[in-house]
């Protein structure tokens, strides 16, 4: 009921009008209130929006808006009477009704996720629809006119008049010379009647007279139409009072409230006038047709109620439209789904139905047949899950694989036997063996059995066709694939390229390139295998391969052929003989000609192209550095020497130091070798106790500095210090050094002048001389040349250092601190003992001689 705190409030929000105003206001408050007091409805203005209590306080306004739209017949812009305040509070309305519906204003993320799922609900917040009323019609027969409407009356024939008559606040009509008409509360219909009467008076012709016809005709339309207040309660989104046109109908009002909110029903709103209900509309019958029977006009004071819901479910899974549907107690399950949920998706598995129900202490789920969907009727809360088929897999298949031209899955039913599924994949290719056709078939213990096929029986008639089962997988095979693969291989001075294309036997999977290792040494010849063809030459080999090398040998081809079948029949044939050899000549441009060797290769043949004897591609060795004229110089021969190279560069320049001249040559060992050096060096580091070695990892190929005697080899053309060159050579002749460098575990690493004679101690002092962590027993000079000499123990007492050259780098290296103080104690006594006993031994030799 209405409270004494909500007149309160009305009074408040009415208190400023002006005094002449204030009978207006009370009745506009009386109207809107009316019929939620009538009806028991407790009504608190607070829960309304701003924009429905701004519209009650502009009921007092008189001023019309004008709101214009296409003309009707006969007649005017037809447009609706409103006051100013009410046109601007309905686009108030909208906004208000827009923010809350599209963004949830007040909702919780749960509600808005629910809202998303009920069937119906998107309609009301879909911008794109609009549910204003149409004033660009015909006016309705059963019209009822009030105050705000207006009728247009067109006098035509012999007498012509026209009239735009408001329907004023008392419910009259004022007729020049007729007087007042009283129409408000009448059907157009019943007023056209009321008004020709009247009108009648004043012009005769409007009525037959006398026996003559009427000649006078009147028209009488509506114009202008009416506002007019209704009021929407219940579970909406936007529950309150509307300012609406008289044109409008439910769906109208609703649209305008958000329509039913998350607990709102769809199936029976009410529709209230003057406390009686004139209608329930099934919202579900305008979603699902698009008829709304029950879409009625809407009168003044109208009450439009949206009660809560009784009866809702929820279909998940494989269906056109899954959500939230609100059911009647008489809708089976099979109208829901196929009316509400647009029915079934192909992919939905109909046969079985999930149906989890709520009991009174827990749920329980339900395995519904498909064909009890028209007799099985929803409870409220059942979650009904569509499951998908099995789409991975097929119920019919059957699978050819192997030697035909269209292999893959056939359906069962249009090829039930096995001639016929052969047919269809348009025959075998010519490599299939049909003396076996297998079929691997699915036993109804879900083991699998294997049956044999002969094809050859099938096509001569001996054995009937066979029968095929869905899941069979029937594979036919090549008759590649029934032996080994041949090959041949060949190797030596060919241009084999690692994409030289090869030619392979049908369906045996060779990818078509040449198998080539993936790196080469210069030392190691390449390698090809391709696929054996019948009647293949060792020229078709070669030219396959990429063609021969200009190193190529052709005069000596070789063949190793593997021994077969040695001792099949006879044991004692069995010897060491392991292969055959063939040697022969092959034409140089592989043209077939007179010249061409007739050697026909088998499966498995090895071929050999060896390299020409004196074959060598040009070899160089650099010399720079003091040397009158240094640069590249090209190898003559393969026993070519330093002085020889010296010679042909115009010998030594007056600045040269022939004793510090060095040989830089290149070194190359194979990967597995440089793995192993690099384990050794690692091995000898960690063993190694009183040297800390720094060990780098050994590389493929590398560059070291070998110490010649340039001067002996000068002077000595031939003898061992004059080397023989290789390719890639550089002898380095600098000029005479004045400096001696000092390195490794030493006070203060440098270098110094060299001083001829001076001892190797000297040039230690010159460095600051030893630390404690020095091994000075380990000491060692790498000469200008590359050569190294190192410190030797004199009776195992005494340290004698190597001697000292020009351009000199002396090395000292670090004790190893890992080594424990006994261990040095234990060392050094071993040191003096072995010297004490061989000074011993000396003194005896000593006066034995005497």
Sequence with gaps: ????????????????????????????????????????????????????????????KAATSTTTTAKPANSEARKVNDSANNKAESSSENDVRNAKIQTGDGVDSATAALRKKIFGINIFNNSKISFEPSLNIPTPKNYILGTGDELIIDINGYSEEHYTLPITAEGYIKIAKVGNVFVSGLSIEEAKKRITDRLSKIYVGLRPYGGMPANTTATISLGNIKTIRVTILGDVITPGTYSVSSLSRVMNALYLAGGPNENGTFREIRVIRDKKLIAKVDLYDLLTTGNLRQNISLQDQDLIQVGTYKS??????????????????????????????????????????????????????IDLNADLLSSFYPKAGDIITVERILVTRLENPVTLSGAVLRPGQYSLNDNPTLSKLISRAESFTPDAFLGRILITRLKEDLSKENIAINYNDILSGKTQDVVLHAQDVITVYSSFELKETYTVRIQGEINLKPSAPITSPPNTGTTGVAETPAEESPDTAPIGSFPYLQNMTVEDLIEQAGGLKESAATGRIEVIRRKKNIGKDDPSQINSTIGERFNFTINSNLSLDATASKFILEPFDEVFVRSSPNYEKQQFVSVEGQITFPGIYGLERKDERISEIIKRSGGLSAQAYPKGATLVRKFRISKQEAERKSKQLNELSDNSQEVSLKVSAVQEETSESIGIDLVKALEEPGSSADMLLQDGDIIKIPKEPQTVRIQGEILYPTSTRYLDGMPFKHYISEAGGFTELSARKRSYIIYANGSVDRTRKILGLFNMYPKVSPGSEIVVPSLNLKVSASQQVLQTIQSLSMGLASLGTLLVLIRTFK
């Excluded at 208190?15 to 939620?36: G, R």
């Design 312 to 365: 809702r479910i929820e279909i998940q899974g494989q269906v056109k439209k899954p959500g939230i549907f609100e059911n009647l107690p008489n809708e089976s399950l099979e109208r829901i789904i196929n009316e509400y949920a647009n029915g079934f998706t192909p992919d939905a598995y109909k046969a079985i139905l999930k149906v989890l129900r709520y009991t009174d202490k827990a749920t329980k789920l």
């Design 1 to 60: 009921m209405l409270t004494s705190d909500l007149f309160q409030q009305a009074n408040t929000r009415f208190i400023s009008a002006p005094t002449s105003k204030m009978p207006l206001l009370t009745v506009a408050l009386f109207i809107f209130l009316f019929p939620s007091i009538l009806l028991g409805q407790t009504v608190n203005l607070g829960d309304l929006p701003a924009s429905t209590t701004t519209a009650i306080q502009g009921a007092k």
